[in-house]
């Protein structure tokens, strides 16, 4: 009985681990951030943005967006309180975000389209900075009641030698593909009936 308990025990916990380690890039690419542009004016818009890792460095960066109408002229808000904004996000805009690398090479741009599983009330977009140093980003916005844009300077630190996350996160599978096929091979077998019979 102590055995069978202790198997369903190995295997839970190995079915734990591995949900862990595979959700790892599922939070990495859709969590919120460090906040980087709080309620900017952006033409008819405001707009939020948030950065991950938290500090940048060069390599892979991931970019959200939130974008939302302001408050009707004449609204009184309350700003010890999450104001009507939010209430309002903008779906239906256009949204492009433009890198200034360090050193003063050419800039690129790439689209930040909304996400739909998150019900497309964030844009988000990924790129790999190529080198570390002070970075000019910019946003930019369209959609139906006009255009607007807003910018933010971020500093990439050196790239790491090893992304540990990763890498953890590589090692918890193993240990849980050891566990599980070490309670597969683990089952007791049926003893044998020995071809000699027994003196009476």
Request: glycine residues 14%; aromatic residues 8%; proline residues 9%.
């Amino acid at each position: 009985m102590n055995g069978k308990l202790l198997r369903q025990g190995g295997f839970l916990f190995a079915v734990l681990v591995i949900g862990l380690a595979a959700t790892a890039g599922v939070i990495l690419a859709h969590g919120g951030g460090a906040p980087q542009v709080i309620d900017a004016e952006a033409g008819p818009y405001r707009v939020f943005v948030w950065t991950e890792p938290e500090p940048w460095r060069a390599g892979d960066v991931h970019i959200t967006v939130a974008i939302t109408l302001p408050p009707p002229e004449g609204t009184e808000i309350d700003e010890t309180v999450l104001t009507n904004q939010l209430d309002k996000p903008v779906t239906d805009a256009t949204v492009r975000v433009h890198f200034f690398p360090p050193d003063s090479s050419d800039p690129f741009e790439l689209p930040a389209p909304p996400q739909s599983q998150l019900g497309g009330i964030y844009y988000e977009t990924d790129t790999k900075l190529l080198m570390a140093g002070d970075w000019e980003v910019g946003v930019i916005v369209e959609g139906p009641l006009g255009a607007g844009g807003t910018s933010f300077a971020m500093q990439a630190l050196p790239a790491r030698r090893m992304n540990w996350l990763w890498l953890g996160g590589g090692v918890l599978g193993v240990l849980a593909l050891v566990a599980l096929l070490g309670l597969r091979g683990g089952k007791p077998k049926a003893s044998q009936p020995s071809g000699k019979s027994r003196r009476r």
